[in-house]
């Protein structure tokens, strides 16, 4: 097919293109705008520095790699402390709060910004104040089980959570863009599928293009208005 056909075939099914790219970019509206709730992310960050001595200074002055890149794994070692049993136990007794652990862990997300030893505890929440003290607990307990469990006592909160006034998602506006390119291109799909499917000869260059015939005549459509 050439480009014209290609062209062609999307001014002829261009109503159906714009009615999927229209029903799409509206359910995805309505959906962020209006049914999906809000959901509100607070973080606390720390800062995961060296062990010290007795006498409050580092055993050597000079850094170590491993101290300044903390790697994937100690990610993980922190994710999985952070998300415990024990830790989220007692923020949830400290908290006296109604529900699980598997339920408060869902909301626990850890994230270490590169290259730095800066590590982020984010909790999100339909409600934005219970995020910001659930976030605040869950970092104080977490430097204890990190200081008991991994022995690196110099670990410090930077700065507490607060309480977030905009919510993180849904991100609506994104959703309905993403929703209005996906749209488009099913409905060029589907008008290209269903040309695909439709065999049917309807004018004479259908005739010349499949059946390879030369076209002598054309016989008109005439509605009731044109007969005698």
């Known amino acids: 097919m050439e480009i014209k056909e290609y062209m062609l075939i999307i001014r002829k099914r261009l109503p ?11 359910i995805a ?5 209006y049914i999906l709730p809000p959901v509100y992310k607070a973080t606390v960050t720390l800062f995961a520095g060296r062990s010290t001595n007795s006498n409050g200074s580092n055993d050597n002055i000079q850094v170590l790699y491993s101290d300044v890149l903390l790697g994937q794994q100690l990610v993980k070692d922190y994710r999985e402390i952070a998300v415990s049993r024990t830790v989220l136990e007692r923020v949830i007794k ?37 995020a910001a003290t659930v976030a605040n607990k869950l970092a104080e307990v977490f430097i204890e089980a990190v200081q008991r469990i991994m022995k690196i006592e110099n670990v410090q909160i930077v700065d507490n959570a607060v ?28 008008a290209f599928f269903i040309e695909y499917l439709d065999n049917t000869i309807k004018t004479p260059d259908d005739v010349e293009k499949y059946l390879q015939l030369p076209v002598l005549a054309v016989i008109p459509d005439l509605d009731e208005g044109g007969k005698n």
């Open 16 to 26: 159906l293109i714009i009615a999927t790219t229209l029903i799409s970019t509206l």
């Open 29 to 33: 509206a309505i959906l962020s705008f």
């Open 94 to 130: 400290e908290l006296n709060l109604k529900m699980t652990p598997e339920q408060l862990g869902s909301m626990v997300s850890v994230q270490l910004k590169n290259d730095t030893r800066i590590l982020m505890i984010n909790i999100e929440s339909k409600d934005p104040k219970f």
């Open 163 to 190: 309480i977030p006034d905009k919510p993180e998602k849904p991100k609506k506006l994104l959703n309905t863009a993403v929703a209005f390119v996906l749209g488009l291109m099913v409905g060029v799909g589907i």
